[in-house]
């Protein structure tokens, strides 16, 4: 678990992967240390997506550098709806890997201005059953592979010629350090991340479906894996924040009415 909680603090990208109860899938998210312990704390935008984590094991993982690694086990979730926790524990960290959070929350006036953006889900790998080495992910042709082992998520780096994302398409998969899928018609969902310079454009694509033997056959697809994405020009970086801001506060509304808890507009 110390050499994981070294390489997950040290990395500026990581993942989370978990079988959700509508199947396996998984998410970017920014490394960070709570008390020695690897976590990542979630925009409220994720909040459905922390629910469904909810008493479930999650992979922590780091494929975008080397060496690349993921560990499973049982998280705590903690909604932490003004930020408290966050700023005091996490923001640092942050500011330091993650630009958007830089402008958005680097002062008092910012962190009001964007109270949205520092209300937090906590999610924190407080024991790890399984830790194991992956080969480093390349992001314009490879992917994460999650799939179910018993109740525990899967995780391994598999690449494709091609990604084609149309239903019922057969992508036929490589797991990157040799192995042998063997899938037996199970559930799976294949996804990667890539970004642009200043972080404002980070971008997870997908193909879920199932997996028989080395082949994928896709059920629904999202994107396409690229190496960097350009950065936004003015107008889609103004709509960009206007979308992340929206979706940031009907997940702050949500929590709050489920704490009992109301914000004045």
């Known amino acids: 678990?110390?050499?994981?909680?070294?390489?997950?603090?040290?990395?500026?990208?990581?993942?989370?992967?978990?079988?959700?109860?509508?199947?396996?899938?998984?998410?970017?998210?920014?490394?960070?240390?709570?008390?020695?312990?690897?976590?990542?704390?979630?925009?409220?935008?994720?909040?459905?997506?922390?629910?469904?984590?909810?008493?479930?094991?999650?992979?922590?993982?780091?494929?975008g550098a080397d060496p690349a690694v993921v560990a499973n086990g049982h998280v705590g979730i903690e909604l932490d709806v003004d930020g408290t926790r966050f700023v005091n524990d996490l923001l640092e960290q942050e500011i330091i890997k993650h630009p958007p959070t830089?402008?958005?929350?680097?002062?008092?006036?910012?962190?009001?201005?964007?109270?949205?953006?520092?209300a937090r889900a906590l999610v924190t790998l407080h024991r790890a059953d399984e830790v194991r080495p992956l080969p480093q992910r390349t992001p314009d042709t490879d992917a994460l592979l999650v799939r179910p082992s018993g109740e525990t998520p899967r995780v391994d780096v598999v690449t494709a010629a091609s990604w084609p994302a149309q239903h019922e398409e057969s992508i036929e998969l490589w797991r990157r350090d040799g192995g042998s899928l063997q899938g037996a018609g199970e559930a799976a969902f294949c996804y990667g991340?890539?970004?642009?310079?200043?972080?404002?454009?980070?971008?997870?694509?997908?193909?879920?479906?199932?997996?028989?033997?080395?082949?994928?056959?896709?059920?629904t697809g999202l994107g396409h894996p690229e190496a960097e994405p350009a950065p936004f020009g003015f107008l889609e970086r103004y709509r960009n924040h206007r979308d992340v801001a929206r979706a940031c506060k009907e997940g702050l509304a949500k929590a709050e009415a489920r704490m009992g808890q109301d914000r004045e507009s």
Do not use: K
């Open 102 to 118: 830089r402008l958005r929350a680097d002062s008092m006036l910012a962190r009001r201005e964007n109270f949205w953006w520092i």
């Open 1 to 63: 678990m110390d050499d994981f909680g070294t390489a997950w603090s040290r990395s500026t990208t990581g993942e989370l992967s978990w079988l959700a109860p509508d199947g396996p899938t998984g998410i970017p998210v920014v490394p960070l240390d709570r008390d020695g312990t690897p976590c990542a704390a979630l925009p409220l935008a994720h909040l459905d997506a922390v629910d469904s984590m909810a008493s479930r094991r999650v992979a922590f993982s780091v494929t």
């Open 193 to 219: 991340h890539q970004y642009s310079p200043d972080f404002e454009r980070w971008e997870r694509w997908y193909r879920a479906g199932t997996v028989h033997g080395e082949t994928l056959t896709v059920r």
